[in-house]
Protein backbone atom coordinates (compact mmCIF):
# COMPACT_ATOMS: atom_id res chain seq x y z
CA UNK A 1 0.00 0.00 0.00
CA UNK A 2 0.88 3.38 -0.86
CA UNK A 3 0.67 6.58 1.39
CA UNK A 4 -1.83 9.37 0.16
CA UNK A 5 -2.87 12.93 1.26
CA UNK A 6 -6.57 14.18 1.13
CA UNK A 7 -7.93 17.72 1.75
CA UNK A 8 -11.25 18.10 3.13
CA UNK A 9 -12.97 21.29 3.50
CA UNK A 10 -15.87 21.58 6.27
CA UNK A 11 -18.68 23.46 5.97
CA UNK A 12 -19.39 24.56 1.96
CA UNK A 13 -18.68 28.52 3.04
CA UNK A 14 -17.41 30.99 0.47
CA UNK A 15 -14.07 30.49 1.98
CA UNK A 16 -13.98 27.22 -0.16
CA UNK A 17 -14.37 29.08 -3.68
CA UNK A 18 -12.38 32.25 -2.70
CA UNK A 19 -9.08 31.06 -0.92
CA UNK A 20 -9.88 26.64 -1.57
CA UNK A 21 -10.96 26.74 -4.99
CA UNK A 22 -8.00 28.91 -6.70
CA UNK A 23 -5.25 27.14 -5.19
CA UNK A 24 -6.12 23.69 -6.10
CA UNK A 25 -6.99 24.92 -9.56
CA UNK A 26 -3.73 26.00 -9.97
CA UNK A 27 -2.47 22.87 -7.82
CA UNK A 28 -4.46 20.55 -10.82
CA UNK A 29 -5.65 18.65 -7.87
CA UNK A 30 -8.44 18.37 -6.43
CA UNK A 31 -10.13 18.83 -2.78
CA UNK A 32 -12.98 17.48 -0.69
CA UNK A 33 -16.28 19.67 0.08
CA UNK A 34 -18.38 18.35 3.03
CA UNK A 35 -21.43 20.53 2.49
CA UNK A 36 -24.40 20.52 4.78
CA UNK A 37 -27.51 19.94 2.84
CA UNK A 38 -29.66 22.42 3.79
CA UNK A 39 -26.64 25.65 3.90
CA UNK A 40 -26.64 25.74 0.28
CA UNK A 41 -27.02 29.03 -1.45
CA UNK A 42 -27.66 30.33 2.47
CA UNK A 43 -25.67 33.66 3.14
CA UNK A 44 -22.17 32.56 3.70
CA UNK A 45 -22.26 29.39 1.76
CA UNK A 46 -21.59 28.55 -1.65
CA UNK A 47 -24.56 27.73 -3.94
CA UNK A 48 -25.72 24.65 -6.18
CA UNK A 49 -23.48 26.34 -9.22
CA UNK A 50 -20.65 26.94 -7.14
CA UNK A 51 -20.42 23.22 -6.00
CA UNK A 52 -21.26 21.93 -9.18
CA UNK A 53 -18.24 23.76 -11.21
CA UNK A 54 -15.90 21.95 -8.08
CA UNK A 55 -17.04 19.01 -8.93
CA UNK A 56 -17.68 18.73 -12.26
CA UNK A 57 -14.97 20.58 -13.94
CA UNK A 58 -12.08 20.57 -11.49
CA UNK A 59 -13.05 16.81 -9.84
CA UNK A 60 -13.63 17.63 -6.48
CA UNK A 61 -15.43 15.47 -4.18
CA UNK A 62 -18.84 16.53 -2.50
CA UNK A 63 -19.60 14.98 0.97
CA UNK A 64 -22.07 14.69 3.54
CA UNK A 65 -21.79 17.22 6.50
CA UNK A 66 -25.05 15.94 7.68
CA UNK A 67 -28.44 18.05 7.53
CA UNK A 68 -27.98 21.01 9.70
CA UNK A 69 -24.80 20.62 10.69
CA UNK A 70 -25.81 18.96 14.36
CA UNK A 71 -23.66 16.74 16.79
CA UNK A 72 -25.74 14.00 15.82
CA UNK A 73 -24.32 11.86 19.00
CA UNK A 74 -26.95 13.96 20.60
CA UNK A 75 -29.63 13.18 18.59
CA UNK A 76 -32.71 10.55 18.91
CA UNK A 77 -32.12 7.62 16.49
CA UNK A 78 -34.52 8.76 14.21
CA UNK A 79 -33.25 12.08 14.18
CA UNK A 80 -29.55 10.71 13.12
CA UNK A 81 -31.60 8.43 10.32
CA UNK A 82 -32.65 11.82 9.12
CA UNK A 83 -29.84 13.93 9.15
CA UNK A 84 -28.13 11.04 7.46
CA UNK A 85 -30.27 9.99 4.74
CA UNK A 86 -31.76 13.46 4.56
CA UNK A 87 -28.47 15.28 3.90
CA UNK A 88 -27.52 12.53 1.03
CA UNK A 89 -31.09 12.73 -0.70
CA UNK A 90 -30.70 16.26 -1.04
CA UNK A 91 -27.10 16.70 -2.41
CA UNK A 92 -27.81 13.83 -4.72
CA UNK A 93 -31.02 15.72 -5.67
CA UNK A 94 -28.96 18.54 -6.48
CA UNK A 95 -26.62 16.50 -8.54
CA UNK A 96 -23.69 15.78 -5.95
CA UNK A 97 -22.13 12.34 -4.83
CA UNK A 98 -22.22 12.34 -1.29
CA UNK A 99 -20.77 8.95 -0.58
CA UNK A 100 -18.98 9.49 2.16
CA UNK A 101 -19.77 11.89 5.81
CA UNK A 102 -18.43 14.12 7.59
CA UNK A 103 -19.57 14.22 10.84
CA UNK A 104 -20.30 17.38 12.68
CA UNK A 105 -17.98 18.53 14.74
CA UNK A 106 -16.22 15.15 14.36
CA UNK A 107 -18.77 13.71 16.80
CA UNK A 108 -19.85 10.01 16.23
CA UNK A 109 -20.64 6.79 18.03
CA UNK A 110 -21.55 3.43 17.72
CA UNK A 111 -25.29 4.46 16.78
CA UNK A 112 -24.24 7.21 14.64
CA UNK A 113 -21.18 4.81 12.40
CA UNK A 114 -24.19 2.27 12.15
CA UNK A 115 -26.95 4.23 10.52
CA UNK A 116 -24.15 6.19 8.27
CA UNK A 117 -23.13 2.64 7.42
CA UNK A 118 -26.36 2.46 5.53
CA UNK A 119 -25.89 5.26 3.34
CA UNK A 120 -22.29 6.12 2.97
CA UNK A 121 -19.17 4.57 2.06
CA UNK A 122 -17.18 6.41 4.75
CA UNK A 123 -17.32 8.39 7.81
CA UNK A 124 -14.73 10.69 8.94
CA UNK A 125 -14.17 12.45 12.31
CA UNK A 126 -11.71 14.66 13.81
CA UNK A 127 -8.13 14.43 14.79
CA UNK A 128 -6.09 11.30 15.27
CA UNK A 129 -3.16 10.84 12.50
CA UNK A 130 -3.11 8.82 9.68
CA UNK A 131 -5.05 5.80 8.80
CA UNK A 132 -2.90 3.14 8.75
CA UNK A 133 -3.64 -0.78 8.35
CA UNK A 134 -7.04 -2.09 8.81
CA UNK A 135 -8.49 0.95 9.94
CA UNK A 136 -12.39 2.06 10.34
CA UNK A 137 -13.69 3.51 7.41
CA UNK A 138 -16.24 5.21 9.18
CA UNK A 139 -13.96 6.62 11.90
CA UNK A 140 -11.08 7.82 9.23
CA UNK A 141 -9.25 10.71 11.10
CA UNK A 142 -7.86 13.64 10.27
CA UNK A 143 -4.88 16.47 11.10
CA UNK A 144 -5.70 20.20 11.40
CA UNK A 145 -4.58 22.67 9.06
CA UNK A 146 -5.29 26.18 8.76
CA UNK A 147 -7.71 26.30 12.21
CA UNK A 148 -8.45 23.89 14.83
CA UNK A 149 -4.67 23.38 15.45
CA UNK A 150 -4.32 20.34 18.28
CA UNK A 151 -3.37 21.85 21.35
CA UNK A 152 -2.57 18.65 22.72
CA UNK A 153 0.33 18.43 21.60
CA UNK A 154 4.22 19.38 22.91
CA UNK A 155 4.34 21.09 19.69
CA UNK A 156 3.76 24.05 17.23
CA UNK A 157 0.78 22.53 15.17
CA UNK A 158 0.04 25.66 13.22
CA UNK A 159 3.74 25.42 11.19
CA UNK A 160 4.55 24.65 7.78
CA UNK A 161 7.25 22.15 9.79
CA UNK A 162 4.41 20.50 11.03
CA UNK A 163 2.32 19.71 8.24
CA UNK A 164 5.59 18.62 6.42
CA UNK A 165 6.24 15.91 9.66
CA UNK A 166 2.78 14.91 9.15
CA UNK A 167 3.20 13.47 5.52
CA UNK A 168 6.73 12.23 6.23
CA UNK A 169 5.39 10.58 8.73
CA UNK A 170 2.69 9.26 6.53
CA UNK A 171 5.15 7.62 3.85
CA UNK A 172 6.81 6.06 6.51
CA UNK A 173 3.77 4.32 7.48
CA UNK A 174 2.40 4.10 4.43
CA UNK A 175 -0.90 5.70 5.99
CA UNK A 176 -3.77 7.62 4.16
CA UNK A 177 -3.04 11.08 5.71
CA UNK A 178 -6.18 13.53 5.47
CA UNK A 179 -5.88 17.14 6.29
CA UNK A 180 -8.66 19.22 7.82
CA UNK A 181 -9.48 22.22 6.45
CA UNK A 182 -12.22 25.69 7.95
CA UNK A 183 -11.18 27.98 5.25
CA UNK A 184 -13.63 30.60 6.92
CA UNK A 185 -11.87 30.41 10.62
CA UNK A 186 -10.36 33.54 10.84
CA UNK A 187 -7.22 31.46 12.45
CA UNK A 188 -7.05 30.26 8.01
CA UNK A 189 -5.42 33.81 7.77
CA UNK A 190 -3.03 34.61 4.66
CA UNK A 191 0.13 32.89 6.55
CA UNK A 192 -2.06 29.40 6.69
CA UNK A 193 -2.84 30.09 3.15
CA UNK A 194 1.05 29.99 2.26
CA UNK A 195 1.34 26.70 4.40
CA UNK A 196 -1.72 24.84 2.50
CA UNK A 197 -0.11 25.79 -0.80
CA UNK A 198 3.45 24.88 0.55
CA UNK A 199 2.26 21.85 1.86
CA UNK A 200 0.54 20.88 -1.62
CA UNK A 201 3.67 21.70 -3.55
CA UNK A 202 5.38 19.57 -0.82
CA UNK A 203 3.22 16.45 -1.22
CA UNK A 204 3.24 16.35 -5.25
CA UNK A 205 7.47 17.01 -5.15
CA UNK A 206 7.76 13.84 -3.00
CA UNK A 207 5.46 11.62 -5.45
CA UNK A 208 2.46 11.41 -2.77
CA UNK A 209 -0.74 11.44 -5.08
CA UNK A 210 -3.89 13.90 -3.35
CA UNK A 211 -6.87 11.64 -4.19
CA UNK A 212 -10.58 12.43 -3.44
CA UNK A 213 -11.82 10.20 -0.52
CA UNK A 214 -13.62 8.17 -3.40
CA UNK A 215 -10.49 7.08 -4.55
CA UNK A 216 -8.83 6.66 -1.44
CA UNK A 217 -10.99 4.55 -0.48
CA UNK A 218 -10.91 2.56 -3.96
CA UNK A 219 -6.95 1.93 -3.17
CA UNK A 220 -7.68 1.05 0.48
CA UNK A 221 -9.35 -1.98 0.07
CA UNK A 222 -8.09 -3.28 3.40
CA UNK A 223 -10.78 -0.75 5.18
CA UNK A 224 -12.61 -2.26 7.94
CA UNK A 225 -15.93 -2.20 7.42
CA UNK A 226 -17.14 -2.71 10.79
CA UNK A 227 -19.79 -0.09 10.51
CA UNK A 228 -21.76 -1.26 7.60
CA UNK A 229 -24.96 -3.34 9.11
CA UNK A 230 -26.31 -5.71 7.80
CA UNK A 231 -29.15 -4.63 5.39
CA UNK A 232 -32.56 -5.47 6.95
CA UNK A 233 -36.30 -4.54 5.02
CA UNK A 234 -37.87 -1.59 6.98
CA UNK A 235 -36.87 1.02 8.52
CA UNK A 236 -34.57 -1.22 10.98
CA UNK A 237 -37.83 -2.02 13.82
CA UNK A 238 -37.49 -5.88 13.01
CA UNK A 239 -33.63 -5.57 13.47
CA UNK A 240 -34.32 -3.95 17.55
CA UNK A 241 -37.19 -6.21 17.83
CA UNK A 242 -34.74 -9.17 17.50
CA UNK A 243 -32.06 -7.34 19.78
CA UNK A 244 -34.72 -6.92 22.48
CA UNK A 245 -35.99 -10.53 21.97
CA UNK A 246 -32.45 -11.91 22.46
CA UNK A 247 -32.00 -9.51 25.38
CA UNK A 248 -35.38 -11.14 26.74
CA UNK A 249 -33.98 -14.57 26.96
CA UNK A 250 -30.54 -14.21 28.22
CA UNK A 251 -31.94 -12.46 31.24
CA UNK A 252 -34.72 -15.54 31.78
CA UNK A 253 -31.79 -17.83 31.24
CA UNK A 254 -29.73 -16.14 33.88
CA UNK A 255 -32.26 -15.72 35.63
CA UNK A 256 -33.06 -19.56 35.54
CA UNK A 257 -29.21 -20.69 36.38
CA UNK A 258 -29.34 -18.61 39.59
CA UNK A 259 -32.63 -20.31 40.96
Same mark, same amino acid.
Request: one cysteine or more; glycine letters at 10%.
Given at each position: M?? /??????DD??? %??W???MP????A *? !??? !??A??S????????? *???Q =?A?LQD????????????H?N??E?S?? @?M???? $? *??QE %????L??G +?? #?I????G??N?R?R?? #???Y?? +????????? &?T?????Y $??Q?VA????????L??AT??I????A?VD %?A? $????????M??? #?? @????????R???E? =???V??I???IV??R %??LSRR???? /? @?? $???R?P? &?GV???S?R @??????F????F????
Open positions: EA /MVTFVSGAQ %EDTKLLFRQ *G !VPC !VVITRQVGQAGYM *GKE =IYELGWEVASHAREVLTLEA @REEEC $R *GS %ELRAGF +AQ #AVYPYRNAVSI #AGRYD +AGIEVGGGG &NGRADR $RLRLGSYFDSRPLNRAYYKR %EV $RARAWLIFLHP #AE @RSHDGEQQHLRT =IRYQAGVPTV %EGADLS /M @RA $RPRLG &NLLRI @RLVGLKVWFYMRCK
